[in-house]
T-cell receptor
Framework: NAGVMQNPRHLVRRRGQEARLRCSPM?????VYWYRQLPEEGLKFMVY????????ESGMPKERFSAEFPKEGPSILRIQQVVRGDSAAYFC?????????????FGPGTRLTVT | GNSVTQMEGPVTLSEEAFLTINCTYT??????LFWYVQYPGEGLQLLLK?????DKGSNKGFEATYRKETTSFHLEKGSVQVSDSAVYFC???????????????FGKGTLLTVNP
């Protein structure tokens, strides 16, 4: 059973471009979580999604960031008009059910560099 | 708000040495505590956890005890191996934070390198 997949692993964007990060959860998992790790900081929760629904986006920046988890296909974290401060590692996790009961399984992360 | 402070790395040890990675936390409620490990090129994996005071989590020779009086959850292993080289993250989830205890709060991570 493949683990959580994230791609690309490394992404370089110029200021003002768009970044799209993809996350394929483990097979059978319908709950997805995105975390961001800024330089010299710990991972911070961004958003929690179930299929076709955003459950909690309290950790998402108010502008330029959006996330989706469509009925078919991977979850996408989209950052519009990237700025240098968006440079970070973005981790996706998935769980079988709500993570208060089920373990979150993490992907290897996407390292975004904005030049 | 909740926060986790863990020992600054990197930590370099020789094989069979004793390991301690310190972790302390601040939380408004009664958190569950976790240690995750990230091996090179892989995702974070749950190493061990404890859900209440005085619980001891253990796995693969690693252990950590939930100390409410010192708000700590230090990771220990009696004899490390080269294969333990990885980044270790301490984390908490607060079940009293309005039902949103799926939100994990992580420390910065500690890089451990074990030399033969």
């Amino acid at each position: 059973n493949a683990g959580v997949m994230q791609n690309p692993r490394h992404l370089v964007r110029r200021r003002g471009q768009e970044a799209r990060l993809r996350c394929s959860p483990m097979k059978g998992h319908s709950h997805v979580y995105w975390y961001r790790q800024l330089p010299e900081e710990g991972l911070k929760f961004m958003v929690y999604l179930q299929k076709e629904n955003i459950i909690d986006e309290s950790g998402m920046p108010k502008e330029r960031f959006s996330a989706e988890f469509p009925k078919e296909g991977p979850s996408i974290l989209r950052i519009q008009q990237v700025v240098r401060g968006d440079s970070a590692a973005y981790f996706c996790a998935s769980s079988l059910g709500l993570a208060e009961t089920y373990e979150q399984y993490f992907g290897p992360g996407t390292r975004l560099t904005v030049t | 708000g909740n926060s986790v402070t863990q020992m600054e790395g990197p930590v370099t040890l020789s094989e069979e040495a004793f390991l301690t990675i310190n972790c302390t936390y601040t939380a408004t409620g009664y958190p569950s505590l976790f240690w995750y490990v990230q091996y090179p090129g892989e995702g974070l994996q749950l190493l061990l956890k404890a859900t209440k005071a005085d619980d001891k989590g253990s796995n693969k020779g690693f252990e950590a005890t939930y100390r409410k009086e010192t708000t700590s959850f230090h990771l220990e292993k009696g004899s490390v191996q080269v294969s333990d080289s990885a980044v270790y993250f301490c984390a908490l989830s607060d079940p009293n934070s309005g039902g949103s205890n799926y939100k994990l709060t992580f420390g910065k991570g500690t890089l451990l390198t074990v030399n033969p």
